[in-house]
């Protein structure tokens, strides 16, 4: 999978991009940089070992553009370790002539790195990579405690989230 910006218009601001983050899709090397750890300040995410990751990223890179993932690392900082992550999979429908729906998923912020508006970039890139793709819509679940937060990233109250756990 290859390492491309999402956010060519910011790149191309003034010439010079000086943003002290940059926003990237994850890659292999990213199991050294503390995306597990991070995945687990979201949910249970116990440790893969090196294989198991790799495992799972080319499983993943089969998807294409249909399952993305990106992170946000400090720009300047030399061990690149992941401060943010967020998760966009396409599915793709029969309704809608074909349709196809964004599902933003696995959306973290480092503790430390918290209220530097990196959850709201990561969710406008995924929501933007979506609206890219051809999808009609974008959907997520979240807490109520949540609800303002993706508010702001422009999302708003639609339904009712309901679920089978095994
Ligand atoms: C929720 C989370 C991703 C927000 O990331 P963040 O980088 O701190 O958020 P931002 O700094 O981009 O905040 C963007 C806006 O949302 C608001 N916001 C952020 N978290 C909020 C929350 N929990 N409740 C209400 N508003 C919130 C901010 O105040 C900010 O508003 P402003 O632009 O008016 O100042 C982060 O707190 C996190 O990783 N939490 C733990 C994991 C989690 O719950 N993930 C979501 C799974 S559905």
């Given amino acids: 999978m290859a390492s ?29 940089r503390g995306f597990i750890p991070l995945l687990s300040q979201l949910s249970a995410c116990p440790d893969l070992t090196a294989p198991e990751f790799a495992t799972r ?12 993932i990106l992170v946000a690392e400090e720009s300047s900082a030399p061990e690149r370790w992941i401060l943010a992550t ?7 429908k029969f309704l809608r002539g074909g349709g196809k ?12 790195a918290r209220g530097r508006g990196l ?16 999808c009609y819509k974008v959907i997520l679940d979240c807490t109520p405690e949540l609800r303002a937060y993706y508010a702001k990233c422009g999302f708003v109250d639609k339904g009712v989230q309901m679920a089978v756990y095994f």
């Fill in 101 to 112: 729906v964004g599902h933003v998923e696995d959306v973290v912020v480092d503790a430390a």
């Fill in 119 to 134: 959850g709201l970039r990561i969710v406008r890139c995924l929501v933007e990579i979506a609206r890219d793709a051809g």
């Fill in 57 to 68: 990223f080319a499983e993943l890179a089969t998807q294409g553009d249909d399952h993305v």
């Fill in 86 to 92: 967020g998760c966009l999979f396409v599915e793709r």
């Fill in 4 to 32: 491309t910006s999402p956010e060519p218009a910011a790149a191309a601001e003034g010439g010079e991009n000086n943003d002290p983050i940059h926003i990237r899709r994850l890659e292999l090397s990213d199991h050294e």
